[in-house]
């Protein structure tokens, strides 16, 4: 005779990914389809940015080499310039992205958020200097110094971000290390450059300053499309959980 049990006894069958109010034995979905979504843009953003970003440097090398615009030459390399300078309006419009999407890996404090929109708009001035000198609305000598103040505001963005990923551990510490290298590099060559200005205008003494900072600045300048390339894959990893809001 087989053996009974009461009613009710035992346990259910188990079904996987079933919740409260679906229908038994229906799989939900797991996957952050959001966060891989803007995953997916930030590392797009980023690439477009770093790409572009490159390409700027092969023109503006270029422009400075074949149209040779500080002896006031005019060749049929000139237009080295006006494509300079449409790329890198692409550049920091593509940067954006790449800002806003690092924002959200780093913990919500106020330096992050400060930097973070001050960066943007930097950029965004950037990309609307770049455009207006192109089409001939803003005089070059006018579009430099504006462009020149306003990359203090990027590159500090850079340096902010670099340190709290650094601090918290939430980019490699390859990017980190470079990002706060490039960080301080225009900054620096800005306040190397800047004594130079006070002595007679080409005079040893201050050359003795201006190049020397000139040179550093460049370097930050050119290698700042890096910068995106090497957030493009830590931005587009969907699996690191967002930091908790600071107190």
Do not use: C, K
């Amino acid at each position: 005779m087989a053996e009974r049990f009461p009613a009710g006894a035992g346990r259910r069958p188990v079904t996987a990914g079933h919740r409260a109010g679906q229908a038994a034995g229906m799989l939900t979905e797991t996957s952050p389809t959001p966060r891989r979504t803007a995953g997916s843009l930030a590392t797009a953003s980023a690439v477009v940015s770093g790409a572009a970003g490159l390409l700027a440097n092969v023109l503006l090398v270029l422009f400075f080499l074949l149209a040779r615009p500080l002896r006031d030459a005019t060749n049929t390399f000139t237009w080295l310039g006006p494509a300079n300078d449409i790329v890198v309006v692409v550049q920091f419009a593509a940067f954006v992205p790449v800002a806003l999407a690092l924002a959200t890996r780093l913990p919500r404090t106020r330096s992050v958020r400060t930097a973070t929109a001050a960066g943007v708009v930097a950029m965004i001035a950037v990309a609307v200097l770049q455009a207006l000198l192109v089409a001939g609305t803003v005089d070059f000598d006018v579009q430099v110094i504006l462009v020149s103040a306003v990359f203090l505001v990027v590159f500090g963005w850079v340096f902010v971000t670099s340190a709290t990923a650094h601090r918290v551990g939430a980019l490699p510490r390859p990017v980190t290390r470079f990002g706060l290298l490039l960080g301080m590099s225009y900054p620096l060559g800005v306040l190397v450059a800047a004594p130079g200005l006070l002595f007679a205008w080409g005079s040893a003494a201050q050359f003795a300053f201006v190049v020397p900072g000139v040179v550093l600045g460049s370097l930050g300048w050119l290698g700042l499309p890096a910068w995106p390339l090497l957030l493009a894959r830590p931005l587009g990893n969907v699996d690191v959980d967002p930091p908790p809001r600071a107190p």
